[in-house]
């Protein structure tokens, strides 16, 4: 018994001594490297998880065959679209696969401000540059970096608040009724886009949809004689005429050429274009010799001739190129076209070039620029369209300020358009702008177009207006009537588009803060 207990006591001494038997470090090393190979496969099928959810995701959203990113794209409510504070836009449950359209209020009105969201077509304008942050995908609306792309998620759409006063851009659009045209309205102080109206116009919700019905009219709009889609206001280049006398003074009196605007210009009465025999003549009397202030307030075409070539086509052109001419990364956030001066003419063509003709062409925000600069003692404010953005709960994510684009001329120079401005509404051309109890400036446009300049007269007149009691101009616009009479002898700017803009400019005042309507 005795030596049985001491072989039982060994042995059990043994396997204290070793609880692992033989081979069991294997086994641990074994399950380690099992561990660690399923550790690696669970980060590989992450890091390629990554890879196809935030890297490759783009592709795959974009790939024809792949519905899911265009139903989850309508299946929540776009964000709004806002003027004066109020909804222009809004979103309804069609119960289709694509469940939520587009929906407008006062379509044609704001067709130039928020452009078109269609489930056929894509976007236009605001609806357009705002997309992301509208339909909910705008990094800035995300909780975290890379959050939306990781989770497929979207946030609700935020909302782009516009500059348009809802008031000015009815009175614009009132007022051009019929007539085929554009109102771009400027606040000169900011730079804020008060209106943007083109006519004809078109009601967007036509395009919301993807029946059959949207197809035919997307057909009909497209081809409309009118072009109803055309954004006459941003996207169409006019020749300015002789609203574009402005800048032609505006170089005059920055180089000093001209030192005393009442004396006299030695100009004949018609001018002969430099090398040709060709006599360019006045629509009044009394422009031989007249005095810049007599050619500004009567739109004397032959001492404006004459002066652009006297002035030379590099200080015409650099003053040009100040008020924003052949600009052509101008935002608002939606492209502009480019408004151009020709820098390569010679001088019968420059002197045709000084007085809005040639090539000169400008689109009416580009005039409104003008008008503006003026306004504002030649500080040219970056105009835009839009004040802020922000989420869904109203707070801002975005804030737009009054950004000077740049200094167009010297002060003194201002001063003296802004007085001669006055006076072409006072005593000459532009008197069916006037508004009592206000302060008016204004200059008018005829400009010619056509094969031998045979089409009927673009109207032009660029303004703006300020209250007897104000600091500080209200409003700078600029408007264009397309063949605005069918007899050329009684087209003007004073008689077409000077009571479009007058309406507008009341309009402005009676808006204007702590000015009251005149």
Known sequence: MTSGDSGDTGDTKTLEAGSIPRGGGDMTRHIRQAAALCLLLVLLVLLNATRIQVFESRGYDE????????????????????????????????????RYERTYRNGPLYAPVTGYASQSYGTSLLERTGDGLLAGTDPMLQPLPLWNDFTRSREPGGA??????PAVQQAAFASLGAKRGAVAAIEPSTGRILALVSTPSYDPALLSGNGPEVKQNWKHLTTAPGK???????????????????????????????????????????????GTTTKL???????????????????????????????????????????????????????????????????????????????TRATPLQMAMVASAVANSGDLKTPHLVDRTTDEDGDPLTVESGMSLRQTFNPRTAGVLRELMVEAVEKGTGGQAAIPGATVGGKTGTAQH?????????????????????????????????????????ISGGGSAAPVARAVMQAALREAPGEGAP
């Not at 792949?66 to 964000?79: F, H, K």
């Not at 001209?258 to 030695?266: W, Y």
């Not at 003053?319 to 076209?337: C, H, M, Q, W, Y």
């Not at 089409?455 to 063949?483: C, M, T």
């Open 281 to 359: 003549s006045n629509p009044v009397d009394g422009c031989e010799d007249a005095s810049l202030r007599y050619a500004f307030v009567w739109s004397c075409n032959t001492v404006f001739a004459r002066l652009g070539v006297e002035v030379g086509q590099k200080a015409v052109a650099d003053t040009a190129k100040r008020f924003g001419f052949n600009d052509s990364g101008l935002r608002i956030p939606a492209a502009v076209s480019r408004s151009t001066f020709d820098t390569s003419m010679d001088d019968a063509q420059l002197a045709l070039s000084s007085i809005g003709q040639y090539d």
């Open 228 to 274: 109803p889609m055309l954004n006459r206001a941003i996207r169409q280049t006019y020749p300015p005429g002789s609203a574009f006398k402005v800048v032609t003074a505006a170089a005059a009196l920055d180089k000093g050429t001209i030192g005393d605007v009442d004396a006299r210009t030695k100009s004949p009465d018609p001018y002969t274009l430099p």
């Open 63 to 98: 790939d024809p065959a792949n519905r899911r990113g265009v139903i989850a794209r309508y299946d929540q409510p776009r964000g709004d679209i806002l003027a004066g504070g109020r909804p222009v836009t809004g979103s309804k449950d069609t119960g289709e696969q694509l």
């Open 160 to 165: 782009v608040h516009t500059t348009i006063s």
């Open 450 to 490: 056509g094969l031998g300049n045979a089409g009927v007269p673009y109207a032009w007149f660029i303004s703006w207006a300020q209250a007897k009691d104000a600091s500080q101009p209200a409003v700078a616009l600029a408007v264009v009537v397309e063949e605005a009479a069918l007899d050329r002898d009684d």
